[in-house]
């Protein structure tokens, strides 16, 4: 495999400005090409590695595609029940009160079989971080309906697309959990172009920070594609995800030090 | 006149050509090739020497397999 362009004088170990990070153990990811947890994974394990907490934390992975998290993420962690990661942490928490907890969460996870745990974490106020990778379906199992599936969002259980006033409507979970008294930071990110991928980043450092304060729960949303689930290309999925996803799924923070950012209206594609 | 130049190494072999890089950056270095590596996908490349080391794709590479390099070189 020969590379026609190859600066070898540049190529060097002292000018090195980005690599993939030690804490991503060296082995390759499971995810589909172009899978958003992929990324998620590397901005959380730069975070981790930035403020120097790989031995101070402990990670919960969840039941979906990433549930091998403990696999690829070189911390220490557990695997919680399908939905139940809320709980979990709650007890590492309170077990190790001065380790950092992290629960990675898909929508399935989340959103569905753990609602409840979900939200008695965040009402309880929780000093955990909440990662929510929603990418509005089971991607794990083949892509069915979640309760994030968009309306007339075609799935392997919705073929003809998500019929609201049959199957229902789609759960904001961001934006319901940011109500509760104990929720300190809620945001929604994305990470498919690199000034997302940055802002995600970002936002997870404000989580960690959060954290050494015991002010709550810090909840980090990320919109994400399931290309697999979607049945595209993973760069058709991220240009339908901007179409589709966001305008229902509003990008930014939305709660920040304890109180609700001004909201602009989500507009609801019909 | 010092001047900022960039490179990429990109692994092969851990690449699963998604092709969400080639968007991502601003002096289209990066291209698909033909062949496939030892997992069937086709892989990114470097095409050109117009990188200036900016980071974009390696921050937007899902499975993290670029490295990049930045230097101050003198022109000749
Ligand atoms: C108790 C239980 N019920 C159902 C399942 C089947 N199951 C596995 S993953 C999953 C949903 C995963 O979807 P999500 O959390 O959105 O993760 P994704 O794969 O999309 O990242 C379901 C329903 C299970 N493993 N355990
Ligand atoms: S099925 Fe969907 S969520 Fe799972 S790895 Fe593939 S693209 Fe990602
Ligand atoms: S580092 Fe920037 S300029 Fe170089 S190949 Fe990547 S995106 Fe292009
Ligand atoms: S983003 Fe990464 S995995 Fe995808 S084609 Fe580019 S180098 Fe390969
Ligand atoms: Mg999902």
Same mark, same amino acid.
């Given at each position: 495999?020969?590379?026609?362009?190859?600066?070898?004088?540049?190529?060097?170990?002292?000018?090195?400005?980005?690599?993939?990070?030690?804490?991503?153990?060296?082995?390759?990811? %499971?995810?589909?090409?172009?899978?958003?947890?992929?990324?998620?994974?590397?901005?959380?394990?730069? +975070?981790?590695?930035?403020?120097?907490?790989?031995?101070?934390?402990?990670?919960?992975?969840?039941?979906?595609?990433?549930?091998?998290?403990?696999?690829?993420?070189?911390?220490?962690?557990?695997?919680?029940?399908?939905? !139940?990661?809320?709980?979990?942490?709650?007890?590492?928490? !309170?077990?190790?009160?001065?380790?950092?907890?992290?629960?990675?969460?898909?929508?399935?996870?989340?959103?569905?079989?753990?609602?409840?745990?979900?939200?008695?974490?965040?009402?309880?106020?929780?000093?955990?971080?909440?990662?929510?990778? =929603?990418?509005?379906?089971?991607?794990?199992?083949?892509?069915?309906?979640?309760?994030?599936?968009?309306?007339?969002? !075609?799935?392997?259980?919705?073929?003809?697309?998500?019929?609201? %006033?049959?199957?229902?409507?789609?759960?904001?979970?961001?934006?319901?959990?940011?109500?509760?008294?104990?929720?300190?930071?809620? +945001?929604?990110?994305?990470?498919?172009?690199?000034?997302?991928? !940055?802002?995600?980043?970002?936002?997870?450092?404000?989580?960690?920070?959060?954290?050494?304060?015991?002010?709550?729960?810090?909840?980090?949303?990320?919109?994400? =594609?399931? =290309? %697999?689930?979607?049945?595209?290309?993973?760069?058709?999925? =991220?240009?339908?995800?901007?179409?589709?996803?966001?305008?229902?799924?509003?990008?930014?923070?939305?709660?920040?030090?304890?109180?609700?950012?001004?909201?602009?209206?989500?507009?609801?594609?019909? | 006149?010092?001047?900022?130049?960039?490179?990429?190494?990109?692994?092969?072999?851990?690449?699963?050509?998604?092709?969400?890089?080639?968007?991502?950056?601003?002096?289209?270095?990066?291209?698909?090739?033909?062949?496939?590596?030892?997992?069937?996908?086709?892989?990114?490349?470097?095409?050109?020497?117009?990188?200036?080391?900016?980071?974009?794709?390696?921050?937007?590479?899902?499975?993290?397999?670029?490295?990049?390099?930045?230097?101050?070189?003198?022109?000749?």
């Amino acid at each position: 495999m020969e590379e026609p362009f190859v600066k070898t004088d540049i190529r060097k170990e002292e000018n090195i400005v980005y690599k993939r990070t030690n804490l991503l153990v060296d082995r390759p990811l %499971s995810y589909c090409p172009g899978c958003g947890h992929g990324v998620v994974h590397r901005m959380l394990m730069e +975070t981790l590695e930035e403020m120097g907490l790989q031995d101070k934390t402990i990670g919960v992975s969840p039941v979906g595609c990433s549930v091998l998290a403990y696999d690829f993420m070189n911390i220490d962690m557990l695997g919680a029940a399908h939905g !139940r990661a809320p709980a979990l942490a709650t007890a590492i928490k !309170r077990m190790w009160p001065n380790r950092f907890v992290f629960t990675y969460q898909g929508d399935g996870d989340l959103a569905a079989i753990g609602t409840a745990e979900t939200i008695h974490a965040c009402n309880r106020g929780e000093n955990f971080v909440i990662i929510f990778i =929603n990418n509005g379906i089971y991607g794990m199992t083949g892509g069915q309906m979640a309760p994030t599936t968009l309306p007339n969002m !075609r799935s392997s259980t919705s073929p003809y697309g998500r019929d609201v %006033s049959i199957m229902g409507h789609p759960l904001k979970m961001t934006e319901l959990v940011a109500q509760l008294p104990g929720t300190y930071y809620v +945001t929604r990110q994305a990470v498919h172009t690199p000034s997302h991928v !940055r802002k995600t980043k970002k936002a997870l450092r404000k989580a960690f920070e959060n954290q050494k304060n015991n002010t709550g729960i810090s909840f980090v949303e990320v919109v994400s =594609n399931c =290309n %697999s689930g979607w049945k595209m290309t993973p760069v058709q999925s =991220n240009k339908w995800m901007e179409e589709n996803m966001f305008p229902f799924y509003p990008l930014g923070d939305i709660k920040v030090d304890g109180k609700l950012v001004e909201q602009k209206e989500a507009v609801t594609k019909e | 006149m010092a001047k900022v130049k960039g490179d990429i190494e990109i692994n092969v072999e851990r690449c699963k050509g998604c092709e969400v890089c080639i968007a991502s950056c601003p002096f289209t270095v990066i291209a698909m090739t033909k062949e496939v590596n030892g997992k069937g996908y086709h892989y990114a490349i470097k095409v050109n020497d117009d990188c200036t080391g900016c980071m974009n794709c390696a921050i937007v590479c899902p499975d993290g397999v670029i490295t990049v390099y930045r230097a101050k070189v003198t022109a000749e």
